[in-house]
């Protein structure tokens, strides 16, 4: 019954989707896709920020596909709630309008999230303004939203820690001990402002980069959480082998005003798995559908008054 009642929301979703106003807009040099569901005057909208890589704005990169926001806005849209997606800076390629990739920044994925909110707002199209970040675009939206403010704020599958201790831990579940040490040090080097020349192996961060990537492994997500005092929701599932739980509860003790759901079977792209075998699959299904209660507390939370 339960796989019947979510293919018949796939369907509706996919009708709605194709009778959707579906149009490309440019903010300056983010590409990005504007969708707005039929017949709903001043619906509103959800900004959609993925997560780490270059990833698109379906929420593909380049190895791994599992068109986690193109699936995501598909199901809002079919509840009547429009969406804006974009192309992080990389996917694709590197623009030329974005500056040398050696002088990138992590504010500069900040920048780009309140350039799309001040476009959303600016517009005089939506009844209510929402963001919604998923995995690192969780850290953006918090940092996005102390500069831009929105009327509601999602986090999916957001850490509660340092990008570089975040990375540490999870190579030292996968590594032995030699291998993981030197990683290790490299990264604590980095985040303190050394260039590490050359890189270990396994760390492949060339030295021009490494400055860009210490500006997003030392941005902390609690201290911005803390000063989060909007409706928020925090949503995160057991079956995540990137997030331990814990990440979870320090977000919800730093925001206790913050609505929160905990999905035992979800993991980091937002579907139901079984096992690790089953988890390590959905990360290139794009037709896999996302968890259904996942989908209705979002759409929930962003429409209700």
Do not use: C
């Not at 596909?65 to 509840?79: C, F, G, H, I």
């Not at 860009?212 to 201290?223: H, L, T, V």
């Not at 999905?263 to 798995?273: A, G, I, S, T, Y």
């Amino acid at each position: 019954m339960r796989a019947a009642i979510v293919s018949l929301l796939l369907l509706l979703a996919s009708l709605a989707s194709a009778a959707a106003d579906e149009s490309s807009i440019r903010v300056g040099p983010i590409d990005a896709v504007l969708t707005v569901p039929p017949g709903v005057v001043k619906p509103p909208v959800v900004l959609l920020i993925a997560g780490s890589g270059s990833t698109d704005h379906d929420g593909n990169g380049p190895q791994l596909k599992p068109a986690t926001l193109k699936k995501l806005s598909e199901q809002l849209v079919a509840r009547g709630i429009a969406t804006l997606r974009y192309d992080k800076r990389g996917a694709g390629g590197w623009k030329k309008e974005f500056g040398r990739p050696e002088d990138f920044r992590f504010k500069d994925f900040v920048d780009d999230a309140v350039s799309l909110i001040e476009y959303l707002r600016a517009s005089g199209k939506f009844s209510r303004l929402a963001v919604a970040g998923h995995s690192e675009g969780g850290l953006v939206a918090l940092l996005a939203v102390q500069r831009a403010p929105v009327d509601r704020l999602v986090l999916l599958a957001t850490a509660a820690r340092k990008q570089g201790d975040l990375l540490k831990a999870q190579l030292e579940k996968q590594l032995p001990a030699d291998k993981y040490a030197p990683l290790a040090k490299a990264i604590d080097d980095i985040m303190a402002g050394q260039i590490v020349d050359p890189p270990p192996t396994g760390l492949a961060i060339a030295p021009s980069m490494q400055p860009g990537m210490a500006s997003a492994f030392n941005e902390d997500p609690i201290d911005p959480m803390r000063k989060i005092t909007g409706p928020t929701l925090i949503i995160a599932g057991g079956r995540d082998h990137q997030l331990a739980r814990v990440n979870f509860l320090a977000l919800t003790a730093a925001d206790i005003a913050a609505k929160s759901l905990w999905l035992p079977d979800m993991n980091h792209v937002l579907v139901d798995v079984t096992d690790a075998a089953d988890d390590l699959a959905s990360y290139n299904q794009p037709d896999r559908p996302l968890d259904a209660a996942m989908i209705d507390a979002v759409a929930n939370f962003v429409a209700q008054d």
